[in-house]
């Protein structure tokens, strides 16, 4: 794979990551919005994040279709991941939450700081709602991991299946929302464990995007020494190699 076409899909799958998680952490705290215009605002916010996502998958296939000629094997390869990890949920994702998203988006509260009641909360907190974005957070994890940190085939076999297990049985994701929907009224979003969430996703975010540089820059330093060493090679074969005259 060339240094170029390296760096672009590190970045996109980056960055998809990152809005990955932000779209989860918003789509999860919905619930506990205080007021009727906050939980409108979270909503479009959520919307917003959905939509860069969208527009970053459909340049991923763009590379994926560009760079086909290049490496047949690669793209192949990379489209089934990406059809597994990231098409599949971003399908449900569009088909369950984003109508309710689009709902809640449209309220319109009486005045600035109109309460959020509980029927509203509830309906921030459904299971069709939340629970296919943050599948996807966790699709989008395993992706990110395939594309930048490269895996032998046996392990990219084995990483796939794992994630096909976990889209395939999004149980635990279901359980839990059930659980919070229906205490919903108990919970006003003010607990130390929402602030302890918050911050494991803030140093998450740090965290693969400090990584994501660090691992990319050597490997396009690898990427970069191969090719003149095999650039080398060809040159002192070329210079090596007898010419026979008649």
Known sequence: MSEK???????????????????????????????MGSLKRTALVTLILLATMTLLAIGKMIL??????????????NFLL????????????????????????????KHREETANRTKRRAAS??????PIQALVVEALIYAAINVFPL????RKLTLLVGMLILASPALLIWRQSIRRRTIHRDDG?????TVKRLIIYTMACIVLAFGIIHTMNNVKTLSTTAERNSTIRITMTSTTPSFKE
């Open 5 to 35: 076409v390296y760096v672009t899909n590190a970045v996109l799958v980056i960055v998809l990551l990152l809005l990955a998680l932000f779209a989860g952490l918003a789509s999860g705290s919905l619930a506990f919005r205080k007021t």
């Open 64 to 77: 994926l279709i560009a760079t086909y000629s290049y490496r047949e094997w690669f793209v192949l390869d």
């Open 82 to 109: 990406f059809v597994t990890l990231i098409a599949l949920p971003s399908a449900a994702m569009a088909f369950f939450s984003v109508p309710r998203l689009l709902e809640l988006s449209h309220l319109q509260p």
């Open 126 to 131: 459904e299971v069709a709602l939340v629970v």
């Open 152 to 155: 032998g085939m046996e392990y």
């Open 190 to 194: 003010t607990a130390l464990i929402h």
